[in-house]
């Protein structure tokens, strides 16, 4: 899917799927309010890639793309210091768009909403199994995602979870399920993380708006 060419113009000049989903996730982290720099790290794409695209991107996937865009001359990388631990004498490759990359990715951003769907849509729904839950539909702040989507969701699966245990399971399958719900479990706490940490985004927010 990733392979996949979007169309750039009328004279047949394209670019992977890929390829603008990493352009596009650099200048959204930059453009981000709470990113106090114009740079971003490889770990910043991955997760970005992750929760706004739903595409469990490996490191062996991001970090080649990310070479072969230097080679271009579409980001320039640097190093610097290690973010995550500041007493730690690591360091860490940056990013950052160049003239020609913020071009690039504006021609992508500025494609048709159609086209640019069209290239995407098969990316939600072969990297996660289903497809992505919208939004967009939802009168603000009424969401009610957490009822409408989340807990529906949770209760089916259980529910489905359930409908996989009957006695005639040996002990072998009983214990290949229950390897299989424990790491069901780990999902959901991963999840939750990942959920705290836009409670956190949100807070940050919140404290640039009363400035």
Same mark, same amino acid.
């Given at each position: 899917?990733?392979?996949?060419?979007?169309?750039?113009?009328?004279?047949?000049?394209?670019? =992977?799927?890929?390829?603008?989903?990493?352009?596009?996730?650099?200048?959204?982290?930059?453009? $981000?309010?709470?990113? $106090?720099? +114009?740079?971003?790290?490889?770990?910043?794409?991955?997760?970005?890639?992750?929760? =706004?695209?739903?595409?469990?991107?490996?490191?062996?996937?991001?970090?080649?793309?990310?070479?072969?865009? $230097?080679?271009?001359?579409?980001?320039?990388?640097?190093?610097?210091?290690?973010?995550?631990?500041?007493? =730690?004498?690591?360091?860490?490759?940056?990013?950052?768009?160049?003239?020609?990359?913020?071009?690039?990715?504006?021609?992508?951003?500025?494609?048709? $909403?159609?086209?640019?769907?069209?290239?995407? /849509? =098969?990316?939600?729904?072969?990297?996660?199994?289903? /497809?992505?839950?919208?939004?967009?539909?939802?009168?603000?702040?009424?969401?009610?995602?957490?009822?409408?989507?989340?807990?529906?969701?949770?209760?089916?699966?259980?529910?489905?979870?359930?409908?996989?245990?009957?006695?005639?399971?040996? +002990?072998?399958?009983?214990?290949?399920?229950?390897?299989?719900?424990?790491?069901?479990?780990?999902?959901?706490?991963?999840?939750?993380?990942?959920?705290?940490?836009?409670?956190?985004?949100?807070?940050?927010?919140?404290?640039?708006?009363?400035?």
């Amino acid at each position: 899917m990733f392979s996949k060419k979007i169309r750039l113009d009328n004279k047949g000049k394209t670019v =992977s799927v890929a390829t603008a989903l990493v352009l596009m996730a650099i200048d959204e982290i930059i453009e $981000d309010p709470i990113n $106090d720099s +114009n740079v971003v790290y490889g770990y910043q794409i991955m997760t970005h890639l992750r929760e =706004s695209y739903s595409w469990n991107v490996k490191s062996g996937t991001v970090y080649p793309i990310l070479k072969k865009l $230097d080679r271009e001359f579409l980001i320039k990388k640097g190093v610097a210091q290690d973010r995550t631990d500041n007493n =730690s004498k690591r360091q860490m490759i940056f990013y950052k768009l160049t003239p020609k990359g913020k071009k690039l990715t504006r021609v992508i951003k500025n494609l048709n $909403d159609d086209a640019l769907d069209a290239a995407l /849509s =098969s990316n939600e729904s072969n990297t996660t199994g289903h /497809s992505k839950v919208d939004l967009k539909g939802t009168k603000f702040p009424d969401k009610k995602f957490a009822e409408n989507y989340l807990g529906p969701f949770l209760i089916d699966f259980d529910s489905q979870v359930a409908n996989q245990i009957p006695n005639k399971r040996t +002990n072998d399958e009983l214990d290949q399920l229950k390897g299989e719900i424990e790491k069901s479990i780990e999902q959901l706490e991963i999840c939750k993380m990942l959920l705290q940490g836009q409670i956190s985004r949100i807070d940050t927010l919140k404290r640039i708006k009363k400035k």
